[in-house]
């Protein structure tokens, strides 16, 4: 791939690849095949959260005492953003239950950074201030 130069053109080249990227790509999920992509992957994280031992519906009540544990922060980065999502500490992926034991608050960028990769204290600085709640 090509570098841009730091120039008002090769900003403007990069904004006009984006806008391409991202045409292509909402294309690609209003097509056929990119409709029959999304389902199947939906399909099969939930097959994964159901067939997990420990499964158990997360109401919005439960959520929100998790999210109040927290004082409302990324239990990763500890900043407060404007929307939180649940974050798996062992990941659904790896055999992790769906339960409020396994869950923790963090923000989207955190969350997606992570992938399914499992984390300990040592790179989860703000665990310490919010420990995980077992119940």
């Known amino acids: 791939m090509r570098r841009r130069r730091s120039t008002a053109e090769g900003r403007e080249a990069n904004k006009e690849a984006t806008r391409r990227n991202r045409l292509s790509a ?4 209003r097509s056929p095949a990119g409709r029959a992509a999304l389902k199947n992957c939906a399909h099969k994280r939930r097959a994964a959260l159901l067939a997990n031992e420990g499964y158990e519906p997360v109401t919005a009540d439960v959520w929100a005492a998790i999210v109040d544990h927290q004082a409302g922060r990324c239990v990763f980065c500890g900043v407060l953003p404007f929307e939180l999502t649940q974050e798996h500490v062992v990941p659904i992926s790896l055999k992790g239950p769906h339960c409020p034991d396994n869950l923790v608050a963090s923000c989207h960028s955190c969350n997606s950074r992570r ?17 995980l709640r077992v119940t």
């Open 115 to 131: 992938g399914n990769r499992t984390w300990s204290l040592d790179v989860c600085p703000t665990l310490a201030v919010f420990p």
């Open 26 to 29: 909402d294309a690609w999920g």
